[in-house]
């Protein structure tokens, strides 16, 4: 990896953002998940309501907000993850420290 530059390191995180969000798992995961779908059906339904009244245009716009804004989600909650999965392996990693820890903590 020599040559490679910092900011490269945001390139290949991106890349990588795109492709757990494009994985087939995670597909299978948003066209599975019922919570997942009873709010994409509540969406679609409302978006057709309000089509009736503001027209497609507007709704198209208003559906591409959504998607970015989802997209952005997705995202933060994929970024969050690997902070959290980090700091777990940093904890378990260190298992004299975390028994002292929990020792102090039980006190």
């Not at 994409?40 to 559906?63: P, R």
Request: proline share 1%.
């Amino acid at each position: 990896m020599e040559g490679l530059r910092l900011e490269e390191g945001f390139d290949l995180l991106n890349d990588l953002l795109g492709c757990l969000t494009e994985s087939e798992t995670w597909g299978a995961i948003h066209s599975q998940n019922a919570v997942i779908q009873n709010a994409v059906d509540e969406l679609y339904q409302q978006l057709e309501e309000i089509k009736e009244i503001a027209g497609s245009k507007y709704v198209f716009k208003l559906e591409d907000s959504i998607n970015f804004y989802t997209g952005a989600l997705n995202d933060a909650a994929i970024l969050y993850g690997f902070r959290v999965a980090l700091k777990l392996f940093h904890a378990i990693s260190r298992p004299m420290e975390m028994s002292q820890y929990i020792a102090k903590r039980s006190r």
